[in-house]
């Protein structure tokens, strides 16, 4: 009897050591109940290549290739809000108003693209422009220019560039592919690659990071893991990773393959043999060589219901942050980018936003993008956002025609002092229609709204940039931003500055034409003198004074900051 009894203790101990067991191993494995915040952190971050839970979600990439190899319908809008201190209030207004909208059709499988833009101004003024892109020649058309499209053979464009004046056509393909579909050229992996691609990078992490003290945060329902290492850590961190990649068997190769083109031309006029290795080696030598400040980097994995769902980087003021967020039909990105001056406590963020709908189904998708740029500076702030919205419908039954014989004019055919006359010609008729559709919105006095768009981004960054400048030259921000508008002006003709061909003169001279007509302060009106001369107020390029085989020398010469004079002699 009282074997029996010891008989069935036993089984029932047995019993609970499995159930124990079992419950054991499902804290461990199926919960993150009986893991470090260690191995939490770096369970998380290894789902950035997971093929289920990866940051990349695999619908996305169902829905770009399809987008990449097949036909379908698109349409869209880009638009702009700027709230900026010290712009005129009328002006914000009809920058604000202005859009871009499109619509057309692609079809990758024949290699054509039609496209009907419209550069809207107001509900009533706009500039209609047509893009097409077919029989390997790509033209633009608008009613008010003609009612041919002017096109350009994507062929032999070395020989093109050099008509056009340029003198360095090196870095110049003679094709451009429009048309990414070759898959060879994307970089893809199976679910074992990925697997051996964790297995192969995160014990390089690992190996560095060990011993580090990892904690655990709560934001909501987001769980937090987050490791503090030095900025020298950090650096020892990426060059173990890149000297790693350096012999890694599965990743190399597809870099090398995607790379290919970009290789052959840097070793076209490079006189040592270029190599993905000997460019991975290069970007080890300089982080080893970089001078290194004494600061601490944050590193944090954020989680929601076991999903990966963001990655920090935080520092000195500075912060990188990269979320993924998927809520039923909506799959959403962003990246925030914010750096604060801990003297001054001025800030300036940069986001962008990209949201896709219609994934699931992959026969309509809409994408939404957003990009901001935000500054705060003595408590005020300033705010630019630029937004595209679009979307894409499949429909196989797609056919885009052929150019007809009698509807288009191929620059490819003209001689260099042939498309510097069209060219004069062109932005002559642009100029005029500009200045009447300006007047029509009530404009005239400023240009064109598109001139305030995304020079604004430079003029914020670049001010913010130069704060400490600025401030020693005790600069307020109106002086600061007018600084950066000056240097935006001259942009317009330094690019032309030195040894010019013919036809390059003639470009500049409409430049010139178009930035006189458009502005109404005659401090901002450009004179030509020297061997070419062109007034103020002309409205033709002298094209007799010019010879296209023959080099000029521009000079620029400047009145209170700005270019007032261009001397051009001829060498």
Known sequence: MKTKTIGKLIIILI???????????????????????????????????????GFIDSKLTEYTNKKMTGKYEDNGQFSVNIDMTGMDEDVL????????????????????????????????????????????????QTEYVSEKYICIENSNLKEFAEKLGMTNTDDIPD????????????????????????????????????????????????????????????IDIVSALLETLKNDPILLPKLEQSLQEDLDMMNQSSTEEVTIQSMIQDMIDQLNSAE?????????????????????????????KLTKTNNQDTLNYRIDLTSLDEESQNTITMYFNASYQGLEQLASVNENYEMGVSTTENGEEQNLTYTLNCTDTFNDG?????????????????????????FTAIGQRITEVNASQMEEIGFSEYGNPMLYLFPKIAMVSMAYQESN??????????????????????????????????????????????????ETDDNRKVEVTGD?????????????????ASTYNVQLEYTEGLVSQIIITQE
């Open 292 to 320: 290194v400040q004494e600061e601490n980097i944050v590193v944090t994995v954020s989680q929601t219901n076991r999903m990966l769902t963001g990655i920090t980087f935080a520092g000195a003021g500075d912060e990188i």
């Open 93 to 140: 207004a009809t920058v604000n108003d202005f859009n871009i909208t499109y619509s057309g059709q692609i079809d990758n499988t024949a290699r054509k693209n039609e496209q009907e833009i419209s550069i809207n101004y107001s509900d009533d003024v706009n500039f209609p422009v047509k893009y097409k892109y077919a029989n390997e020649t790509l033209g633009l």
């Open 175 to 234: 094709t451009i592919d429009f048309f990414a579909t070759d898959s060879s050229q994307a970089i893809t992996f199976t679910d074992d690659e990925k697997e051996q691609l964790k297995n192969t990078y995160q014990p390089v992490l690992e190996g560095r990071l060990d011993g580090k003290e990892f904690t655990k945060s709560e934001d909501g329902g987001t769980t937090n893991y987050s490791v503090e290492i030095s900025n020298q850590e950090m």
């Open 532 to 548: 070419i001369t062109m007034s103020k107020d002309a409205t033709e390029v002298p094209r007799d004074s010019i010879d296209t």
């Open 15 to 53: 019993v609970v050591i499995l159930m124990l067991g079992g419950v054991f191993a499902y804290l461990y494995f199926g919960t993150d109940l009986l893991k470090t915040n260690e191995q939490l952190f770096f369970k998380y971050l290894g789902q950035l290549v997971d093929s289920e839970n």
């Open 469 to 518: 400048a600025i401030e020693e030259n005790n600069m307020d921000e109106e002086e600061a931003l007018a600084n950066v508008e000056i240097q935006l002006f001259n942009q317009k003709f330094a690019q032309y500055e030195g040894t010019q061909r013919g036809a390059t003169v003639m470009s500049l001279l409409q430049a010139v034409i178009s930035n006189n007509a458009s």
């Open 398 to 422: 797609i056919n885009i025609e052929d150019y007809g014989e009698d509807e288009i004019e191929v620059l490819n055919e003209y001689d260099g002092e042939q498309m510097a006359t069209l």
